[in-house]
């Protein structure tokens, strides 16, 4: 099992930045590639950018790309989430989630273990 839980959601401004955090813990040995999803009330969940554990191969939704970076620091289990740039369509509830795979991938059915979420909200 892996576990996961985000931090560093708020209020922000159009144009302002944030860095989401995911830490993980468990069995996080065995986790390869973790990703960011995002929810926003009335519309399904959508990939937002992914990580390879291992190689860092990095991967991006389009909407996000020039915006948005995603790392992660191995020696703390944690992955983050730097937007910048932000905009109102960007609001939405952000999760972290683990994949047993290797590579990044947008599919969430993709994900074994995910996290409650965390708020971001961009006013305009």
């Known amino acids: 099992q892996v576990q996961l839980v985000e931090s560093g959601g708020g209020l922000v401004q159009a144009g302002g930045s944030l860095r989401l955090s995911c830490a993980a813990s468990g069995r996080t040995s065995s986790t390869y590639t973790m990703g960011w999803f995002r929810q926003a009330p009335g519309k399904e969940r959508e990939f937002v950018a992914a990580?390879?554990?291992?190689?860092?191969?990095?991967d991006y939704a389009d909407s996000v790309k020039g915006r948005f970076t995603i790392s992660r620091d191995t020696a703390k289990n944690t992955v983050y989430l730097q937007m910048n740039s932000l905009k109102p369509e960007d609001t939405a509830v952000y999760s972290c989630?683990?994949?047993?795979?290797?590579?990044?991938?947008?599919?969430?059915?993709?994900?074994?273990?995910w996290g409650q979420g965390t708020q971001v909200t961009v006013s305009s």
């Open positions: 990580i390879s554990w291992v190689i860092g191969i990095s």
């Open positions: 989630a683990a994949s047993l795979g290797r590579l990044p991938k947008r599919e969430s059915k993709g994900y074994d273990y």
